[in-house]
């Protein structure tokens, strides 16, 4: 059976170390060099870049988060071993790692450096499918001939050239689809490559856990406990037509990766789902003048994100977070989609309002979904407030003077609240 040294990309025969270089670290798998759908993920991407450009905090636990009344962006892998995990309150991660180095971040450096990455992914294949900053999908399906080298080789060439040139390591996962490609990138990190071959797929998925399944969170995990519902194998005892009835589309879904099935392509045009902008505040408040200016400056940027990337959209969410850290969302369905902010806010403001029981809050967010293009939102405004037009035309004029003078030529006197 083939192998690859991971550090010098030799591919050879027998032996557990390299026969060019010594190395150990050897890649062998009977389907190794037959796959090509693959999941790239950065290792704790956030803090690898404030690591490497400050070697002082190279040994240390570093937390990249908002302050102490703020969520964890991302954690080391020191203060991972510590209990830390990203979207925890800050000030549960210091009780947990109270020597941790919290750094704030800087989203420009980390978006510089994930564009350079982006250039050797496509060095590699055009079919690349970002997820985030700091991970994508890729498939090399029919690139073998261009490279003259298999897709396993290319990809660990990629994580070695990314420690080489940017000091900063990645984990790959090599498979057969998107779904599985993902599963494997998670099961050797940090600096792992990992292979779920078509063979083994049934025997690897058996007994694990439903959680491993992407996008299942807590409240999926526990419905899917409720129906007995905890290992692969239990979704393997389920009839189509009931997992349809009970858990709807997610149903159906679910019965094909509990096979090993994902038929979704890697996209390179993958659509935006909804825009949404949130803060956390630095002390609770439960001022109702003070969470309106909120409301509106958050409406301000989603309309602005909208605008900017030609789009309306039809549903508005108002999410927020109470002292005791419960969580609250309500949504509303609009008649036609929008891209204005003064609807977005009216809205988000008619949602707070529903809230029956107001106390203090420490987040707050608004956001736009069931997203389409601009040039079909509504320009005629709601037949119930004749005004909305005038307000409409009105935020247009801004916008204009915005673009001319700048973002601060014109700012609303709720937003100063």
């Not at 590699?124 to 298999?150: C, R, V």
């Not at 989609?337 to 403001?349: E, L, S, V």
Request: net charge positive; glycine share 8%.
């Amino acid at each position: 059976m083939d192998a690859l040294c991971r550090n010098c990309l030799q591919i050879f025969e027998n032996g557990d170390r390299c026969p060019n270089c010594g190395s150990p670290r050897v890649l062998r798998h009977p389907e190794l060099f037959s796959l090509s759908i693959a999941h790239m993920d950065c290792d704790a991407f956030y803090a690898s870049v404030e690591k490497r450009d400050n070697p002082e905090l190279r040994d240390k636990p570093v937390i990249i988060g908002g302050g102490r009344r703020g969520v964890v962006s991302t954690a080391c892998y020191i203060a991972r071993i510590r209990g830390v995990r990203s979207a925890m309150p800050m000030f549960k991660a210091l009780k947990l790692c109270p020597d941790a180095v919290v750094v704030r971040g800087s989203i420009d450096k980390y978006v510089q450096v994930s564009r350079q990455i982006r250039i050797m992914m496509e060095e590699l294949t055009p079919a690349i499918e970002p997820l985030s900053l700091d991970e994508a999908f890729l498939d090399l399906t029919g690139t073998a001939k261009l490279h003259n080298a298999p897709p396993a080789k290319m990809l660990a060439g990629l994580t070695k050239r990314m420690k080489d040139e940017l000091g900063i390591t990645g984990s790959i996962g090599l498979s057969h689809n998107k779904f599985l490609a993902k599963v494997a990138s998670d099961l050797d990190k940090p600096s792992g490559f990992s292979v779920i071959g078509k063979s083994e797929t049934a025997d690897f998925l058996n007994d694990k856990p439903v959680g491993l399944i992407w996008g299942v969170g807590h409240s999926g995990k526990a419905s899917l406990e409720k129906a007995g519902i905890r290992t692969f194998a239990d979704l393997l005892r389920w009839d189509k037509k009931d997992l349809h009835a009970r858990f709807g589309s997610m149903g159906d879904r679910l019965w094909y990766l509990a096979r090993g099935e994902d038929r979704r392509n890697v996209s390179s045009r993958r659509p935006i789902k909804s825009i949404s902008n949130e803060t956390t505040f630095h002390d609770d408040t439960a001022d109702v003048d003070i969470l309106d200016g909120h409301i509106w400056r958050m409406a301000e940027k989603v309309s602005a994100r909208a605008k900017a990337k030609h789009l309306a959209g039809r549903v508005v969410t108002l999410k927020l977070k109470r002292s005791d850290h419960s969580l609250l969302s309500k949504r509303v369905s609009l008649r036609d989609p929008t891209q204005i902010a003064d609807r977005i806010y009216r809205t988000g403001r008619e949602l707070f309002d529903q809230v029956k029981t107001h106390g203090s809050y420490r987040l707050l967010g608004v956001g736009l979904s069931d997203l389409t293009p601009e040039s079909q939102f509504d320009t005629l405004g709601d037949l119930l407030d004749p005004e909305a037009v005038k307000r409409a035309e009105a935020e247009r004029a801004t916008d204009k003077i915005r673009e001319k003078f700048g973002k601060d030529a014109i700012v609303k006197g709720r937003a100063l609240r």
